[in-house]
């Protein structure tokens, strides 16, 4: 999903957030490759513009366009492309995934599933919780369209002042779907905790202090395991 208008963001470092260059590979990219290395994914970009293809996926424009949509138009404008016979991942293109985060995310074989971080991370820094994607099976489709549309139809009223995927969780799950931005989420069954270095950007801060924990973490991992240690980890 990378077709968000990216306003805090604001095209810093002259580049929009999904590309940004970790090392030598965009994070679009690593994304693409953590998943092809795990399966045989068809992996289809949201997006309208063609600096985001990726080697290995294909790309589709949201029939919502660039500017009038909701939080949920972000997830619903991929439903038809939702595999009839195999689980289906929506993935948030603005995350930074380490190994063991998509290994938990593309091998889930369950009826659905949330991947996430339900309050501050003590690994990046981040004060509040975050979600990174979300899995679930061909049986599940009607189930989880119902509820992002009732998030949508939430937030068109005003009664929630965003439909995310904490909203779209918590409407799942029947509780308050009112969120504010709590710094910690209620989380039970049918959600799987991910707190490493897995992050997402969406402002500059964000991403400065991420970088700057990050390569304090590589050293770490270089002190212990040497050259067995490799940074695409």
């Known amino acids: 999903m990378c077709a968000g ?13 999904h590309l940004l260059r970790i090392g030598t590979e ?8 953590l998943l092809r290395e795990r399966s045989d994914p068809e992996i289809w970009i949201a997006a309208f513009d063609a600096e985001y293809d990726v080697p290995g996926a294909k ?7 660039r500017d009038r949509y909701t939080d949920t138009d ?7 492309l939702w595999s009839s016979d195999d689980q289906t991942m929506l993935i948030y293109g603005d995350v930074f995934f380490t190994s063991a985060a998509m290994d938990a995310i593309a091998r889930f074989t369950g009826e659905y599933s949330f991947f996430g971080r ?7 820094g981040r ?15 009607g189930t989880i369209c119902s509820a992002m549309e009732g998030v949508r139809e939430l937030l068109i009223a005003g009664t929630i002042p965003r439909g995310g995927g904490w909203e779209v969780y918590r409407f799942l799950k029947k509780l308050d779907p009112v969120c504010l931005l709590e710094r910690t989420q209620p989380v039970s069954d049918s959600f799987v905790t991910i707190d490493d270095v897995t992050d997402d950007f969406d402002r500059p801060a964000d991403f400065e202090e991420w970088k700057r924990r990050y390569l304090a973490y590589i050293e770490r991992k270089r002190n212990v395991h040497g050259s067995n240690f490799t940074q695409s980890e």
């Open 5 to 17: 208008a990216g306003t805090r963001w604001n095209n810093y470092l002259g580049v929009r957030k």
């Open 26 to 33: 965009r994070l679009l990219d690593r994304t693409g490759r």
């Open 59 to 65: 790309r589709f424009e949201p029939a919502h366009g």
């Open 74 to 80: 972000k997830f619903l404008c991929s439903v038809d």
């Open 118 to 124: 339900p309050g501050p991370s003590r690994w990046t």
């Open 127 to 141: 004060p509040w919780a975050e979600m990174f994607a979300l899995s679930f099976a061909p049986s599940m489709h």
